[in-house]
């Protein structure tokens, strides 16, 4: 007795699709909205977390000045310490002219856009989930069990490897490039000041990015799971990924110091080796035409 048709089982009409699609964008559009709402309303507390980086390199900046003219002290006796730090105690050592934590505003609208582009970031953030459920089960009516299957597995760990990326860029890459760029010459006679929406988009681009690379392992195992790619190749492919990982990482970070170059070049490469591991558990062999025929 032939089996029913999954899909034929849970055909509708155009318009029954078309009603449905309505349905579910709308809700999407509802959760956005009040997410958008509960993000606004925070806007302040949300930049002071997105500022963490800079605050964190900022303090390490001041740090290595106060060191400096404890340093020049020492060696010019003749030198007040009132030229450097606000008191004469020795204890003190608050700074006279310290680097500040904030951010500049050039542009009228800077303050605006930024805390909508933020308030965006954090709205799709929160409502992210439940807007995915709604359109997955739009779309899970057209596919067979099998395709399911697939999606239940990769999804959520591509999320979650997105989610690592942006946290392992946010805490190590990004201050550690910020810290090369602001020093690059001496902070004596070049005080760093960033603007707030050039440091804003610096750190979206740069965590949407790394959040990018993170996905490496999952498109492996996806392509080697569907015999698109035989889980050997990628083994023979390490050199030439070595080298490609190399001028990734001189394209995405905008410090060319060896220390973010190499945080940003090792993970590609760990997550690659992972990638060649779970492909060759997952992974099936490539069919020819004549074996797909047959």
Request: with cysteine; proline share 6%.
């Amino acid at each position: 007795m032939a089996q029913p048709n999954e899909i034929e089982h849970s055909r509708m009409t155009l318009g029954g699709h078309l009603q449905e699609l309505r349905k579910r964008i709308t809700r999407c559009l509802v959760a956005l909205i009040l997410a958008l709402a509960l993000a606004w309303s925070a806007k302040e507390e949300i930049l002071v977390s997105v500022m963490w980086p800079w605050r964190n390199v900022v303090h390490q900046i001041n740090a290595d000045l106060v060191e400096r003219s404890e340093a020049a002290l020492v060696a010019d006796p003749a030198k007040k310490r009132e030229d450097y730090f606000q008191t004469s105690d020795p204890a003190d050592q608050r700074l006279k002219k310290p680097i500040p934590e904030r951010l500049s505003s050039f542009g009228v609208g800077d303050s605006f856009f930024v805390s909508l582009n933020l308030s965006l970031y954090v709205a799709a953030f929160l409502a992210g989930p439940y807007v995915l459920f709604e359109l997955w089960q739009f779309i899970a009516a057209g596919l067979y069990r099998h395709e399911r299957k697939l999606v239940y597995l990769y999804f959520p760990v591509s999320i979650a490897l997105f989610f690592a990326g942006v946290a392992f860029c946010y805490f190590l890459i990004v201050p550690s490039g910020l810290y090369f760029l602001s020093t690059t010459l001496p902070v004596e006679l070049v005080e760093p000041q960033l603007g707030l929406q050039q440091y804003v988009d610096f750190m979206t681009k740069m965590c949407l990015a790394i959040g990018a690379v993170f996905q490496l392992p999952i498109l492996m195992v996806f392509f080697a799971s569907i015999g698109l790619v035989e889980a050997k190749s990628y083994g023979k492919w390490r050199k030439h990924f070595i080298v490609f990982a190399l001028l990734a990482a001189a394209i995405i970070t905008p410090s060319p110091d060896a220390v973010t170059q190499l945080m940003t070049t090792a993970p590609m490469i760990v997550l690659y080796e992972v990638g060649i591991l779970l492909a060759r558990w997952r992974g099936k062999p490539r069919q020819t035409p004549t074996e797909g025929a047959a």
